[in-house]
């Protein structure tokens, strides 16, 4: 499995505490290989969410191992997987989660800032030009659509060259033209750069452009299927 662009081996992961503590991922066990689309489905409840986290290390599991891009999460402590995380993996969330207060620019450049890099600025103004937003820089999210932010959202989560993209939802909040268009800019970031995309959706017809999809049900994976 240390080929696998990411590797979850016997993953169990529960959340909250005492009397609310739920049992959310159980013994899950999963291989994505390098350049692959895959589509994580299933109801409402069943973990989709939970599982995307837990491969991009947001979440760790109580039990099991995730490895992702040849390094053992659980090996990691919380600082030196929050720079792995910066490095080598893209997360896009479906509400954008965008600095308010900081221009899209600057937003884009947030994480390679972060990562004490100097040429943030100018990395951040061509991966804006690559998603289309070049006439948007210094625009805030408040006065940008749904669709340009999340296009900002996309540009920061590639601007480090990611090997792997997770992408939660990320048309759930857009309407269908620009849904497709959010769509369509993933899936040619995946082809252009080589990158892994993994995505949460409830959309079958966004799932089924995927090579792969992953269908969980309470926590469990239930079937899997190639699309491609």
């Keep these: 499995m240390q080929d696998k662009a990411i590797a979850l081996q016997d993953v169990d992961l529960s959340l909250g505490r005492g009397a609310a503590r739920v049992h959310i991922l159980k013994g899950v066990s999963l291989g994505i290989d390098r350049g692959e689309a895959v589509g994580l489905v299933g109801p409402s409840g069943s973990g989709k969410s939970t599982l995307l986290m837990t491969m991009a290390g947001l979440e760790r599991p109580d039990s099991g ?11 990691l402590d919380e600082d030196a997987l929050a720079r792995f995380r910066g490095r080598r993996i893209g997360i896009v969330f479906q509400s954008f989660h965008l600095v308010p207060t900081m221009t899209a620019l600057e937003n884009v450049a947030l994480p390679l800032e972060l990562a ?9 103004e061509a991966e804006m030009q690559a998603v289309g937003l070049g006439h948007r820089l210094h625009h805030y999210p408040a006065q940008l659509s749904g669709g340009e932010q999340q ?13 792997i993209l997770v992408a939660d939802e990320p048309t759930g909040n857009l309407d269908e033209n620009t849904g497709q268009s959010i769509v369509d ?20 017809a966004l799932a089924r452009l995927c090579d792969r999809t992953v269908r969980l049900r309470s926590g469990r994976i239930e079937a899997e299927a190639v699309t491609a």
């Design 151 to 163: 296009r900002v959202a996309i540009a920061r989560a590639i601007v480090p060259n990611p090997a």
């Design 65 to 75: 191992r995730v490895i992702v891009d040849g390094t053992d999460l659980s090996g």
């Design 116 to 124: 004490g890099e100097d040429d943030a600025f100018d990395r951040a």
């Design 185 to 204: 800019l993933l899936f040619a970031l995946k082809r252009d750069r080589g990158a892994t995309l993994v995505l949460v959706t409830h959309d079958l």
